[in-house]
């Protein structure tokens, strides 16, 4: 994450509403275990399915992106495979 100019915003703000509308199309139609992502562990993320963790995941970037604070360069997939590895 880095902390985000106008200029990197600009850049950014179209990937960001499609990854934003795939989100919430899944969202409208996945079902979820009683996990809470705000407060969502190891555990909780073994127990996932892939379509959640990748919602959880995009959900977590869009906030970032849309706060004007930072800007996540990586995808998704990035974030998954790291969070599969750690938590294995």
Do not use: R
Not at 64 to 83: C, H, M, Q, R, Y
């Amino acid at each position: 994450m880095t902390e985000s100019s106008t200029e990197e915003a600009a850049n950014t703000s179209g990937t960001t509403e499609t990854e934003s509308t795939d989100t919430e199309t899944f969202a409208e139609t996945a079902s979820y275990p009683d996990t809470d992502f705000s407060t969502a562990d190891g555990e909780d993320w073994v127990q996932l399915s892939d379509d959640e963790k990748y919602l959880m995941v995009s959900q977590a970037i869009d906030t970032f992106n849309s706060s004007g604070k930072f800007v996540i360069t990586e995808g998704p997939e990035w974030f998954l495979d790291a969070l599969n590895a750690f938590y294995g």
